[in-house]
Antibody
Framework: QVQLVESGGGVVQPGRSLRLSCAASGFTFSRFAMHWVRQAPGKGLEWVSFLSYDGSDKYYADSVKGRFTISRDNSKNTLYLQMNSLRVEDTAVYYC????????????????WGQGTLVTVSS | DIQMTQSPISLSASVGDRVTITCRASQSISNYLNWYQQKPGKAPKPLIYAASSLQSGVPSRFSGSGSGTDFTLTISSLQPEDFATYFCQQSYSTPYTFGQGTKLEIK
């Protein structure tokens, strides 16, 4: 069965860095686009970043552009999110999400989610 | 960015009720609209994709409709396990924005 397991969350001071990892299993990781989605405590969902199956295409939310970097290692079935210059407003549960497709790849949806890892940015 | 607006924000209903949640996009998104269910402390779960396609394993009491800017999620007969928060999400263009969520509570 599909499993996505995030790690790397924790408490960090503003301006510092953190790297999240997501270990994927139960499917052919190298064939799927992947995303990070976050949820601040008690708030709604915010899409953060997209990475194509082969790592050639990347997109970011404006709120993290220039500070966060998404990457993957298909040989290790692992997705990463390098988060630099962290801000208090980056505090959230970060979910690793698989990108399912429809309409011959024109449409995407988030078909499998990890359990999430909490990142707390606080002095 | 495409703004997604859900209504209502909260809803009280009883087991057996028929419930409809609405999602409106700030511009036309064709059928690139998905719905998710989230329970407290858990990750969201996909319910509907492409506006009206039921995700595998999701009960048939859930249905979705709409195209363009206006969409609905309907639960035909509420079950106890359906009390949760529901989010719509557009995949027409990045950033892939979500609605603010509709919290469905027991009356």
């Amino acid at each position: 069965q599909v499993q996505l397991v995030e790690s790397g969350g924790g408490v960090v001071q503003p301006g510092r860095s953190l790297r999240l990892s997501c270990a994927a299993s139960g499917f052919t990781f190298s064939r799927f686009a992947m995303h990070w989605v976050r949820q601040a405590p008690g708030k709604g969902l915010e899409w953060v970043s997209f990475l194509s199956y082969d790592g050639s295409d990347k997109y970011y939310a404006d709120s993290v552009k220039g500070r966060f970097t998404i990457s993957r290692d298909n040989s290790k079935n692992t997705l990463y999110l390098q988060m630099n210059s962290l801000r208090v407003e980056d505090t959230a549960v970060y979910y690793c999400v698989r990108g399912g497709e429809y309409n011959y790849g024109l449409g995407i949806y988030f078909d499998y989610w990890g359990q999430g890892t909490l990142v707390t940015v606080s002095s | 960015d495409i703004q997604m607006t859900q209504s209502p924000i909260s809803l009280s209903a009883s087991v057996g009720d028929r419930v409809t949640i609405t999602c409106r996009a700030s511009q036309s998104i064709s059928n690139y609209l998905n719905w998710y269910q989230q329970k407290p402390g858990k990750a969201p779960k996909p319910l509907i994709y492409a506006a009206s396609s039921l995700q595998s394993g999701v009960p048939s009491r859930f249905s979705g409709s709409g195209s363009g800017t206006d969409f609905t999620l309907t639960i035909s007969s509420l079950q106890p396990e359906d009390f949760a928060t529901y989010f719509c999400q557009q995949s027409y263009s990045t950033p892939y924005t979500f609605g603010q969520g509709t919290k469905l509570e027991i009356k």
